[in-house]
């Protein structure tokens, strides 16, 4: 606090030892108050300083962190799209091989259902006039095949290793198949079950007759019917596959409709036989469908030209109901 003298006073006054006494002044301000305080005094201010600095920290600590959760999204979601570019290209390897499956079976001709009269010509000709097929070909490598099956695709029912066998190609939709079945080919089949029949029964199930597509695509009845056959083989075995069989060709309508078939009725002849749920949700999902449809072009590929078209021990026959070394089989 400055401090201010007055010039125009009178000189100081001495007292009686000469000795000068202090002039008076007057001091500016506010001399009752106390001194304030020095910053370094005041209660708390520490503390405070303290708590700004923890919490100064505490943001940084969590800026910090912020950054590395940002750093670890972000590799995150490069990882992940690698994985997802990877599954993408396995998907459309899969789809370029069906793709390649379908184009391959579009490109087989189907052949026509032999008639009536072609079947009576076929019995009254000889044995050697037949076209003989070659042996079954092997379907393509990475073909999933269903249970029950054969590399070939056929159905297997009786003694693998039998010295006789005979192959069968069967439209369930064709009437000469359901005759065949019911003069021949239920008992050959009941044949081959029995122990040591030293008899097998390589069923091939083709669906051309009333389909519009080689791909079966929509399915009509032949490939309900064909994809739900294979169902039954593959939950239930050979004795089921034979009874569901049977008993398709006995509600078949002579006349092919197409609407024959449907799923719902294709369920329930197998229910009655008491199959597994699994085996329902296969036929009601018509699973087989394009597994049938490749198996229908490798039979035309091998020269099957109609049905039923019959092969006993490697030889075709002419005459599929009365030929002598087919019946003799039966007995």
Request: include cysteine.
């Amino acid at each position: 606090m400055a401090i201010v003298t007055d010039e125009n006073s009178t000189p100081p006054p001495t007292d009686s030892s000469g000795v000068d006494q202090p002039a008076p002044v007057t001091v500016v301000g506010y001399p009752d108050l106390p001194p304030a305080p020095s910053t370094a005094s005041v209660p708390g201010l520490a503390g405070i300083r303290m708590a700004i600095s923890t919490v100064r920290a505490i943001a940084i600590a969590a800026l910090v962190l912020v950054v590395l959760m940002i750093v670890g999204a972000v590799l995150g979601f490069a990882v992940l799209r690698g994985q997802v570019s990877m599954l993408s290209a396995q998907v459309t390897a899969l789809q370029d091989e069906q793709t390649q499956l379908l184009d391959r079976i579009e490109n087989q001709p189907a052949p026509a259902a032999a008639s009536e009269g072609q079947q009576q010509q076929q019995q009254g000709q000889s044995e050697t006039s037949v076209a003989q097929l070659p042996a079954a070909p092997a379907l393509p490598s990475g073909i999933p095949i269903p249970d029950g099956l054969d590399e070939s695709g056929a159905v297997l029912v009786g003694d693998p290793n039998a010295s006789n066998v005979v192959e069968v190609y069967l439209d369930y939709q064709c009437p000469y198949c359901q005759r065949w079945e019911s003069e021949v080919g239920s008992v050959l089949t009941e044949r081959a079950l029995q122990p040591g029949s030293d008899l097998l029964v390589k069923h091939y199930v083709l669906a051309f007759l009333g389909e519009t597509s080689p791909t079966l695509d929509p399915p009509g009845a032949s490939a309900r019917a064909a994809s739900a056959a294979l169902c039954v083989i593959e939950g239930e075995g050979q004795e089921a596959f034979t009874a569901f069989s049977e008993q398709v060709y006995a509600s078949a309508d002579p006349n092919e409709p197409s609407s024959q078939f449907a799923t719902e009725v294709l369920s329930d002849l197998a229910a009655v036989l008491g199959v597994s749920d699994a085996t329902l949700d296969c036929i009601d999902q018509e699973r087989h469908v394009t597994f049938v449809a490749l198996g229908t072009q490798t039979g035309f590929g091998r020269g099957v030209q109609g049905t039923p078209t019959v092969v006993v021990n490697g030889r075709t026959v002419e005459s599929s109901f009365s030929d002598s070394e087919l019946l003799a089989l039966t007995r």
